[in-house]
């Protein structure tokens, strides 16, 4: 039931609300049709701007790579420009190889002089001395055994080490030889220092005692006479050497006949006996008559001369060359 208050709606009302109704919803069409325009305009300029942004952000990219790449290229070029400047060109390495092979030129006429001076000249003067200047001297040489004593021959020892009586004695005849009192035998007998001291004989060999070295004559004399011993066997072998064979073959004469006879009185004292032994020294070998020249011994003096100059150079050289290194740091 409708209110008795109101009114029942007329057609005029119901046509207008239908209207109204009508307009509002073309008007909410309308409304909705421009939301959408609007929506796809804003998406519209989104994305321009997004594709601008890219574009301005892929140019950004490209200019900052292409000034990477010109900044690389320049420092490239100005190392290579470093670099060649650096380079020599063929007028410096010419100028260069010039300088090496002059400085190789003056070390090695620098290395000449120094082994013509310190090698070669000392050498060549040694070769002057011993094939011009040295007196040739002839050697006689002499081999004797001694025999065994009669009282010791049964008490002899049987051990290779133990001294026997023969090798004690091979011994003592040695330094007998060489003793101060055969110089004399020598002396009176073959006129020994006057025959080295006379002036034909050359300074080197002449036999001249030195205060300064403290040589007296005896010393000297063992120049001249060298006695090997083989005690185990008692056998001596004695070289005498002199300017001439025969006097040499005289030397080796007289020390034989006073070691017999020194041997033989020795031997005569010791065992009680009134006469001394003929038979104390059996000679192997007699004084020999020499025909060459033993000494001096030129190739053998002059090549090791040369080695022992040389060897001197070299170790002067190194010497020299660290205490320079030494003293350059």
Aim: proline share 6%; net charge positive.
């Amino acid at each position: 039931m409708q209110s008795p208050d109101r009114n029942p709606p007329s057609i005029t009302d119901t046509i207008e609300e239908e209207r109204l109704r009508k307009w509002r919803e073309q008007r909410a069409k309308v409304a909705e049709t421009s939301r959408q325009e609007r929506i796809k305009i804003a998406e519209a300029e989104r994305r321009k701007r997004l594709e601008e942004f890219e574009a301005d952000k892929a140019r950004r990219i490209k200019e900052a790579a292409e000034q990477r790449a010109r900044q690389q290229a320049a420092k490239a070029a100005e190392r290579m420009a470093i670099a060649r400047s650096k380079i020599p060109g063929r007028t410096d390495i010419d100028a260069a190889r010039n300088r090496l092979l002059a400085y190789r030129r003056r070390e090695a006429r620098a290395l000449a002089l120094r082994l013509s001076l310190f090698v070669l000249c000392p050498t060549l003067l040694v070769a002057v001395y011993v094939i011009w200047l040295a007196t040739p001297l002839y050697t006689s040489e002499l081999r004797v055994a001694l025999t065994a004593p009669t009282a010791s021959q049964g008490g002899a020892s049987s051990s290779p080490f133990s001294t026997t009586p023969v090798s004690h004695e091979a011994h003592q005849l040695r330094e007998v030889i060489l003793s101060p009192l055969m110089l004399e035998a020598l002396d009176t007998r073959d006129g020994f220092t006057k025959h080295f001291s006379a002036p034909q004989i050359d300074p080197l060999t002449r036999m001249s005692p030195s205060a300064l070295l403290q040589h007296d004559r005896h010393e000297v004399f063992k120049r001249y006479v060298d006695v090997t011993v083989n005690g185990q066997d008692g056998m001596l072998h004695v070289k005498t050497k002199a300017a001439d064979p025969k006097t040499a073959q005289a030397f080796a004469n007289t020390i034989l006949t006073h070691a017999t006879t020194w041997l033989e009185t020795a031997r005569g004292v010791s065992a009680g006996a009134e006469t001394p032994k003929p038979d104390a020294l059996r000679v192997i070998s007699p004084p020999n008559l020499a025909e060459i020249a033993a000494y001096p011994k030129r190739l053998n003096t002059i090549a090791m001369a040369f080695l022992s100059f040389l060897g001197l150079y070299a170790a002067g050289a190194i010497f020299i060359r660290t205490l320079r290194r030494h003293g350059q740091h």
